[in-house]
């Protein structure tokens, strides 16, 4: 399929939107759920797998649908056309806070590997795949970079991360690790792989789990501060975890409630 080239514009700082500008005849695809705005002269059609595999027959679309299903993905993925005779805006809002970055494959060597939630949306003829590390370690221990998506085309694609972003560019040879969660995107030429802490009690108390991932060079690295899944265990963490009342309420009152039964007893009143 061909690529559309599409201009856009992101909007916002910690609750980022990308703005996509649509010629006559032009399309974005974005994730199921992910449209904030379009003007009225775009039309929405949802297809089953992604935009890319919708002319392949229905073994394309079965195949497509499941890389992203693999994914953790919706099976669809909605196109946004423009049918009007002049320029129409479609806009895609982020899931959480963090930035939006704009990703042109055509200067990354065509090919992006991401984690597999950051897709958020990408000029028509973009592919959307999977990416499964070869490594048996990877396989084992690598968590959330054990499955990642993969972005195939020669045309702008827009990924999501958590918190604040940093592009690192690894010369050859040059290593770096990094928490798999913090790990949003690399080119293909990067090595990916995992490695374990070193140190049990660094392991047990340290607070950054038993792996880290390895990422060797040369190519492109996007790391974010935020992970969602960092972000999820601390919401729940801070969560009331009963029916009524804050956990600090919680564990007053059952601490007054266990005080007067445990008094009782101590006092001998049978009453």
């Known amino acids: 399929m061909a690529m559309d080239v599409v ?12 703005e996509v500008e649509l010629d006559p ?11 904030m705005f379009m003007d009225a002269g ?3 059609d949802t297809v089953f797998g992604d935009g890319a595999a919708q002319q392949g027959g229905f073994f394309g679309k079965l195949l497509g649908a499941g890389k992203r299903l693999i994914t953790g993905e919706s099976l669809f993925t909605t196109i946004y056309t423009n049918q009007a005779s002049g320029k129409q805006r479609v806009a895609f809002a982020a899931p959480y806070a963090g930035k939006i970055l704009p990703m042109d494959l055509r200067q990354l060597g065509g090919t992006l590997i991401c984690q597999k939630d950051a897709f958020l949306c990408a000029a028509r003829g973009v592919s959307l795949g999977i990416a ?8 084992f221990f690598g968590g959330e970079g054990f499955i990642m998506q993969k972005l195939d085309g020669d045309g702008l694609a827009f990924v999501h991360a ?23 995107a ?3 030429s990067v090595d990916f792989e995992i490695q374990y ?15 880290l991932a390895k990422l060797s060079g040369p190519g492109e690295v996007w790391l974010q501060s935020l992970p969602f899944s960092r972000l ?3 919401i729940f963490a801070a969560a009331p975890q009963t029916g009524g009342g804050s956990r600090e309420q919680g564990g007053l009152l059952g601490g007054l409630a266990a005080g007067g039964i445990l008094g009782g007893v101590l006092s001998g009143d049978d009453d």
């Not at 992101?10 to 980022?16: A, L, N, T, V, W």
């Not at 070193?198 to 392991?203: L, N």
């Open 25 to 35: 005849g032009e399309a974005a695809i974005g994730e199921a759920g992910s449209m």
């Open 232 to 234: 999820a265990s601390r």
């Open 42 to 44: 775009i039309s929405m």
């Open 186 to 188: 690399y080119t293909p």
């Open 132 to 139: 499964i590390q070869q490594k048996l370690s990877t396989g």
């Open 162 to 184: 958590g918190g604040t972003v940093v592009r690192r560019t690894l010369q050859p040879g040059q290593t770096l690790l990094v928490d798999t969660g913090c790990v949003v």
């Open 197 to 211: 802490v070193g140190k049990i009690k660094t392991a047990l108390f340290g607070g950054e789990g038993l792996f």
């Open 7 to 18: 201009d856009y514009e992101i909007k916002g700082s910690e609750m980022q939107f990308v």
